[in-house]
């Protein structure tokens, strides 16, 4: 079975700074990972994802995630955050392993906020 | 259409109602998928056609809850009976093509309240 922790249910960060949020996953083959973002009263739109290949993996409005399997990882980054950024953001897995299922596990979701 | 669309946006129901919720995934997408999102939560799969065959629905809470799509396009979820805790963001999604690895496009949701 696969599963997804974020940490941080909530994240705050100032307008131009970081923007670090935290994805582990387990999975017990090779899994494939997403983020997506969803704004209030949207459907979840997709950021990035990574299958194979480069473990650095470049999505949208200037976001990345790195891909590292010795710590079971996939952290979205941002290096400079712009109030546009404010949304919830899901990390989720799928493999190989769930037969006719090609669901999505999501996490829990972390909830970026940013300050002016 | 150019996206997922799902309706109605917004339902709500009296205990024990029976609702039906639409979705249209975007044309020619084979995969379909619905996922269901209590407040503060991530998505959670609920059940998964490929085409007009239903090849999952382990995530589907109770015997209360049905998915068909039965021409392959547009899908209905139906839950007969409905109950308080059945309150959430119920979420539709399509993909091009089957396999864990290809985009999921999704719809704005339905929100439905039990009352």
């Known amino acids: 079975a696969q599963s997804v922790t974020q940490l941080g249910s909530h994240v705050s960060v100032s307008e131009g700074a970081l923007v670090l949020l935290r994805c582990n996953y387990s999975s017990s083959v090779p899994p494939y990972l997403f983020w997506y973002v969803q704004y209030p009263n949207q459907g979840l739109q997709l950021l990035l994802k990574y299958t194979t290949g480069a473990t650095l993996v470049k999505g949208i409005n200037g976001f990345e995630a790195e891909f590292k399997k010795s710590e079971t990882s996939f952290h979205l980054t941002k290096p400079s955050a712009h109030m546009s950024d404010a949304a919830e953001y899901f990390c989720a897995v799928s493999d190989n392993e769930g037969g006719g299922a090609d669901g999505l596990t999501f996490g829990k979701g972390t909830h970026l906020i940013i300050q002016p | 259409g150019a996206g997922v669309s799902q309706s109605p946006r917004y339902k709500v129901a009296k205990r024990g109602q029976d609702v039906a919720l639409r979705c249209d995934p975007i044309s020619g997408h084979v995969s379909l998928f619905w996922y269901q999102q209590a407040l503060g939560q991530g998505p959670e799969f609920l059940t998964y056609?490929?085409?007009?065959?239903?090849?999952?629905k382990s995530g589907l809470p109770s015997d209360r809850f049905f998915a068909e799509r039965p021409e392959g396009s547009v899908s209905t979820l139906k839950i007969q009976r409905t109950q308080q805790e059945d309150s959430a963001v119920y979420l539709c999604?399509?993909?091009?093509?089957?396999?864990?690895?290809?985009?999921?496009?999704f719809g704005a949701g339905t929100r439905l309240s039990v009352l």
């Open positions: 999604a399509s993909s091009l093509i089957a396999g864990p690895k290809n985009i999921q496009y």
């Open positions: 056609f490929q085409n007009e065959a239903q090849l999952d």
